[in-house]
């Protein structure tokens, strides 16, 4: 344990730096200064003053619900995620039916279609303890069910695009409120997370703290949302067969009642170096490096809303674009 401990010191000590703050950059970067001080470091940056460099439409309007209603009035309908309590995609506290063990499962949100508007309207009335509800879609959503918003934004972000040497594979669109949080994970991809409105807060950890994560195999299980009479439930079902989904164990915000007992069960994560954490404002851009932990809230606009556009691709072999620039 002294070997790893020494690792995620030196990773700080060489490359991210100990004061746990993300590098803000004024401007964006040449796709060279991209490459070279961020992608093939694997670190991650915060570009400011997109809004201003980039000029999309999409920072002025998108804030006003008006004008998404609008544009999307005949669009197909749009993906909302559907949870008690704004947590889906994580753990959750499950008595077994049958036995009356208690025992935590990875709980996947209730996803339903429905036409924009109606879908905006069940984000800003989410009550936690009873359905809170989440735009989103992590498939391209963006290219796809709101695909008539596309000219108000860049189909790519054409420094990043060329440093690593290929368009976005995914765009999505997350439309949320301060209810839906996203729990610790990694992804495989390179991700350009852009605010467009209202501000997202990021926890992250860099791959090499991976033991900090206690990632373990928990059984599926998924909501299901029915509405009879205006009576809103939610049962949660266990997959069957039983699948495992491996997933990190840490809650980093835990309640007063269950921090000591958290912080007993996962030290490594809450007596070792503080994550990194950062807040992404409306105009800014988060690179978001491949295979680093983060854990995500968010902070509404004056409407009530937080919405962020991300552009992902695969990671490749970093050193081919790096030899085309
Ligand atoms: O914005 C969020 O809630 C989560 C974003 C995220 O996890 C991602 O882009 O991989």
Redesign the pocket.
């Known amino acids: 344990m002294q070997e790893v401990k020494k690792l995620w010191d030196e990773v700080r000590e060489l490359s991210l730096g100990s004061n746990s703050t993300i590098e803000r950059l004024e401007s964006p970067p040449t796709p060279l200064q991209f490459l070279r001080d961020y992608v093939s470091q694997n670190k991650p940056c915060i570009i400011k003053n997109v809004s201003l460099h980039h000029q999309w439409p999409a920072f002025s309007l998108w804030p006003h619900p008006s004008y998404l209603s609008k544009t999307l009035s005949s669009s197909p309908p749009v993906s909302v995620h559907l949870s008690p309590n704004g947590r889906a995609d994580s753990l959750v506290t499950l008595t077994h039916p049958r036995s009356g063990e208690i025992s935590q499962c990875f709980a996947s949100a209730h996803v339903e279609r429905l036409p924009f508007d109606e879908a905006l309207q069940l984000v800003s009335n989410s009550k936690n303890g009873d359905v809170v509800a ?1 735009l ?1 879609q ?1 498939n391209d959503c963006f290219r796809d069910e709101y695909s008539v918003l596309g000219s108000d934004c860049d189909e790519h972000i054409a420094w990043a695009t060329e440093a690593l040497g290929c368009y976005p594979e995914a765009v ?1 669109l ?1 439309i ?1 409120n301060q209810l ?3 729990s610790f ?1 990694k ?1 495989h991809y390179e ?1 350009l ?1 852009t605010v467009v409105s209202g501000q ?1 807060h990021f926890l992250l950890l860099p791959p090499t703290d991976v033991h900090r994560m206690y990632i373990r195999q928990y059984p599926a299980a998924h909501y299901s949302y029915s509405r009879v009479n205006d009576v809103e439930r939610f049962t949660l079902e266990l997959e069957e067969p039983v699948r495992y989904v491996p997933w990190c164990s840490v809650n980093p915000y835990p309640s007063p009642e269950t921090r000591e007992s958290e912080m007993a069960k996962f030290p490594l994560y809450f007596n070792g170096p503080k994550p990194f954490e950062c807040t992404v404002n409306a105009g800014e851009i988060l690179y ?1 490096p491949s295979m680093w932990f ?1 854990h ?1 809230r ?1 902070s509404p606009d004056d409407n009530g809303y937080t919405i ?1 556009l ?1 552009y ?1 691709k695969a990671k490749a072999s970093f050193l081919c674009p790096y030899f085309k620039i």
């Open positions: 989440y989103q992590q999505n997350w949320g839906s949080e996203t994970h992804d991700n997370y997202k978001l983060h995500v968010q962020a991300n992902c």
